[in-house]
């Protein structure tokens, strides 16, 4: 079970997006949002969106694409925050046209820090902090 789903509103929301959970690039248990689900599921239909988001973030690399992809729409985007836009889910808050947030929500936006190190690095580091650690 994926931890977004689309329902269609009969009020002026027009379709209504949940984004209930982890972003990722690709998806290991089925329940990750995922840049290639998204957009086959966004261009399923037409009109204006309302986002109603709350997710603690995950791959900054797959928000930005699901960002691109949000403000490329050619539909409005609300985005309603009504729990946690935390880290790469601030990234996919800001592709609204309007973004709203409870008064009791939270949002995160920090730098991101990607670190790739292979194990030959960071041994080498792990090395240099305990003797490091030792001199001090």
Not at 11 to 33: A, H, K, P, Y
Not at 46 to 68: F, K
Request: charged fraction near 15%; glycine fraction near 6%.
């Amino acid at each position: 079970m994926k931890f977004w789903n689309w329902t269609d509103s009969s009020n002026d929301e027009g379709r209504v997006l949940r984004f209930d959970g982890v972003i990722s690039q690709d998806t290991w248990w089925g329940d990750e949002i995922t840049p290639a689900m998204f957009l086959q599921e966004l261009q399923s239909a037409e009109g204006d969106i309302t986002i109603w988001l709350n997710s603690p973030g995950g791959d900054c690399v797959a928000a930005s694409r699901i960002y691109t992809m949000l403000m490329d729409y050619k539909g409005n985007v609300t985005v309603k925050i009504d729990g946690a836009a935390y880290s790469a889910a601030s990234v996919i808050a800001m592709a609204g046209t309007q973004v709203l947030m409870a008064p009791t929500a939270l949002m995160m936006i920090h730098i991101a820090l990607p670190l790739y190190i292979n194990t030959f690095l960071l041994a080498m580091l792990l090395e240099r902090l305990k003797i490091s650690a030792l001199l001090s």
